[in-house]
């Protein structure tokens, strides 16, 4: 499959908040060999359904598929590539750096400003940082702290949702 | 009143009308076999014990299969389990509707790498059409409902429910209620075509010159073989089957150009490549379909009826999609071209039956004559010839189902009855004995090889339980005959592990069973053994025929070839 052709596509998938249906949107993805850049899952509002954002890449064609097996999976509700159309989309990330000295110290608070992130935990010379943004805003954040020593990441994986009044539902 | 969840199971099971059961117990579930024991003696439900899990599950399929009815079958916790897997995946590649019960250990022992435990709902998650684990008796009887459902609507497919044994004992009790109707919110497989569609299809019709109907499996399980007659007899077009489809239009008639893809006939195929229409219906375009993708169809705008939306665009791009049962959209179809009154080019259709008739003159499926040694093909003719073309025929997976899809010409739907989709060897005994016990009046057939039917032997034990006057029609050429060819084609003649060293005696073999065994070696024999076979209604025969033993199936799509390169004998 030629490069360009492998756009990046957010899913949001409504489903039955039933054991094991994550599994079977994660088992559909690799029996198929459909890509998963990231995957998040927790409850929505209706305490019997859970939400799914799925972030992956492919061309068309295959995002036309993934989009009708996940359809085809019982206990999907309903789904909609967020990304066709205008949407907000949004990622944590947990940064842990060194803060050994006073000049490392007042750096990584500069960028932490830049970025409107936010130290939450200052312990034993370490800083724990919290950001949230696009996916783009959290890479250009690591590459902006680069400089020091970065002792651990956690990121959410994208959450994302349609603008205006349109929202997934079970039809 | 309340009852046990092994009561309320059986009781779920005559509510949805089940009268046959196919399985073999085991531990985890007893409290279900105690009381299918007890239905079984009320003359409720039958239960049916095959030899091996894995024919439970065949026999299912071939029950539904040549029905309409679902197949059901029970099977114990981990081996038992596992077991079935292997027809579970074969209902699902073929879209049989099939609800597998598998016993589960309690739940207080489920994770704890319990004796006979398995995590069946994981590992038959990417083969089933759905799957539930029950936890609570209180949802046995909405999960069955669920599905039955399931399996049996949309495109159908295997369902399974996972029991654990503590909620069928007899302390676990609960009102019984068998819920009437179901709502899913996930779950909608009634999908109406849309007008538009229709309207754009006709028009593709219309305009076509070059046509060609190319149905599969689909319109059998919808039902639509007298819809599908109509539709293409009106338009004169030329029609084709899959093996899958073989018997939804009705074989020894004039527009049907014989079955397509790998092991189809020159002129199925040739029609497909050059034609500038294809009306796929109920078919889903497979690598044993299409050839080379690549090289498919260069010229042909495609229709494509089919269910799933999910098989639509699929492997081939289509123009034009129509989702919904086949059916009623092949009624909608016909119904739309009677009131536009108007017809194809007839010109163009003449001359377009005219190279169709040039390609079927090259008379692809000709074979030399049996001489010392017995062509299989033969025997498939002569079989079709002397059962008059009406008996069930299922069969195994190798040269003879290939030669039983070209050489019996299926005239009705559901008498074709093989693996497709997974290409299971050991199918066919198994099947033959689900249709069978569905039709029991009828003559049932399993052309099978001599290395599939040792993949389900252990079944002849079943056939001689319930008295299954099968006819087993063995084409026995000494080799895993498929693989030799391929080996004799691609692999440089070298035969790694194709040749069935140290066969049995299957005359012997079938008598130990109680059933009669010949073996027959001669040309002249065959005619003589297949009447007998067909003649006794009341006993299995198993049918040994020493055939040619390097004979090969034509003709051939060799991988990677377009339908338009084939290999001609
Ligand atoms: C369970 C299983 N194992 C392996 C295969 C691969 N396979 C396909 S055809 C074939 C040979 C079948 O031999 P036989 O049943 O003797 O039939 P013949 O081709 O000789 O008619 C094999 C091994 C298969 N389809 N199924």
Known sequence: ????????????????????????????????????????????????????????????????????????????????????????????????????????????????????????????????????GNRRKLDAFVSAIEDHKIIEIVRSGCIGIARGSNALKAQ | ????????????????????????????????????????????????????????????????????????????????????????????????????????????????????????????????????????????????????????????????????????????????????????????????????????????????????????????????????????????????????????????????????????????????????????????????????????????KIIHVDIDPASISKNIKVDCSIVGDVKPVLLELSKELKQRGAMPDQTALAAWWKRITAWQKYDCLKYSPSKDKIKAQYIVQKFWEISAGDSYVCSDVGQHQMWAAQFYKFDKPNRWINSGGLGTMGFGLPAAMGVQLAHPDADVACITGDGSIQMCIQELGTCQQYNLPLNIISLNNGYLGMVRQWQEFFYQKNYAMSYNEALPDFVKLAEAYGHVGLRIEKAADVEGALKEALDDKKRLYFLDFITEAEENVYPMIPAGAGLNEMKLL
Do not use: W
Not at chain 1, 87 to 113: G, L, P, T, W
């Open chain 1, 1 to 132: 499959m030629k490069k360009e052709e492998q756009m990046r596509h957010v899913i949001s998938i409504l489903m039955e908040n039933e054991a094991g249906a994550l599994s079977r949107v994660a088992g559909l993805f690799s029996a198929r060999g459909y890509n998963i850049e990231s995957l998040t899952v927790a409850p929505t509002e209706d305490a019997s359904l859970s939400r799914m954002t799925l972030v992956t890449r492919g061309c068309e064609e295959i995002i036309e598929q993934i989009l009708k097996q996940l359809n085809k999976l019982i206990d999907v509700v309903n789904v909609c590539d967020i990304s066709e159309s205008d949407h907000i989309e949004r990622e944590m990330m947990f940064i842990k750096v060194a803060a050994n000295d006073m000049d490392c110290c007042a750096a990584i608070k500069r960028m932490v400003d830049i970025f409107r992130a936010r130290i939450i935990d200052v312990r034993n010379k370490t800083f724990t940082i919290e950001v949230a």
């Open chain 2, 1 to 300: 009143m309340e009852l046990t969840g092994a009561e309320i199971f059986v009781e779920c099971l005559k509510a949805e009308g089940v009268e046959t059961i196919f399985g073999y117990p085991g531990g985890a579930v007893l409290f279900l076999y105690d009381e299918l024991a007890k239905a079984e003696k009320r003359g409720e439900i039958r239960h049916i014990l095959a030899r091996h899990e894995q024919g439970a599950v065949h026999a299912a399929e071939g029950y539904a299969k040549s029905t309409d009815k679902p197949g059901v079958a029970i099977v114990t916790s981990g081996p038992g389990a596992t077991n079935a897997v292997t027809g579970i995946a074969d209902a699902y590649m073929d879209s049989v509707p099939l609800v597998v019960f598998t016993g589960q250990v309690p739940r207080y022992l489920i994770g704890n790498d319990a004796f006979q435990e398995v995590d069946i709902v994981g590992i038959t998650r990417p083969c089933v059409k759905h799957n539930f684990l029950v936890t609570d008796v209180k949802d046995i009887a909405e999960t069955i409902k669920k599905a039955f459902y399931i399996a049996t609507t949309g495109r159908p497919g295997p369902v399974l429910i996972d029991i654990p044994k503590d909620i069928t004992d007899t302390d676990a009790k609960c009102e019984f209620h068998y819920p009437e109707s179901l709502e899913m919110r996930s779950y909608n497989p009634i999908l109406k075509s849309r007008d538009s569609d229709i309207q754009k299809a006709v028009d593709m019709i219309l305009n076509a010159e070059r046509p060609i109907i190319y149905t599969g499996g689909g319109v059998i399980m919808s039902g639509a073989s007298d819809e599908l007659r109509h539709f293409t007899q009106n338009l004169n077009f030329p029609i084709t089957n899959t093996l899958m489809g073989l018997g939804a239009y009705p074989a020894t008639d004039k527009q049907f150009v014989g079955m397509l893809g790998m092991h189809g006939t020159y002129e199925a195929n040739m029609s497909m490549h050059h034609s500038d229409l294809i009306i796929a219906i109920g078919a889903r375009f497979d690598d044993r379909v299409t050839g080379n993708i690549e090289k498919f169809c260069p010229d042909a």
